[in-house]
């Protein structure tokens, strides 16, 4: 069965750091392309980090420097490393997998994160 299941939202303070964490089926941690979009009240989903089965990186422009995706191949978890947290970043995070035509084929059920003071 495919299976994504995300963790480690909640909320911060301006400038704090949360770490969250996406274990997924081997099948697809093995094979596909990884990462996170998020969704704000109001918005549209959007892009913000992947990672390949390789370990190659790419970043939305409003995250670069402040976020960090990354792998542990013997635990099938991806994670973001979120610092210097804004109110901006305010939103349910969602893990995917299998990249494809500017999306994920396939979802977890999202984490939220609120950065408030």
């Known amino acids: 069965q495919v299976q994504i299941v995300e963790s480690g939202g909640g909320s911060v303070q301006p400038g704090g750091s949360l770490r969250l964490s996406c274990a997924a089926s081997?099948?697809?941690?093995?094979?596909?392309?990884m990462g996170w979009f998020r969704q704000a009240p109001g918005k549209q989903r959007e892009f913000v980090a992947r990672i390949t089965t390789v370990g190659s990186t790419v970043y939305a422009e409003s995250v670069k420097g402040r976020f960090t995706i990354s792998r542990d191949n013997g635990k099938n978890t991806v994670y973001l490393q979120m610092d210097s947290l804004k109110a901006q970043d305010t939103a349910v995070y969602y893990c995917?997998?299998?990249?494809?035509?500017?999306?994920?084929?396939?979802w977890g059920q999202g984490t939220q994160v609120t950065v408030s003071s």
């Open positions: 995917g997998g299998r990249y494809v035509g500017g999306t994920f084929t396939y």
């Open positions: 081997a099948s697809i941690f093995m094979t596909y392309v």
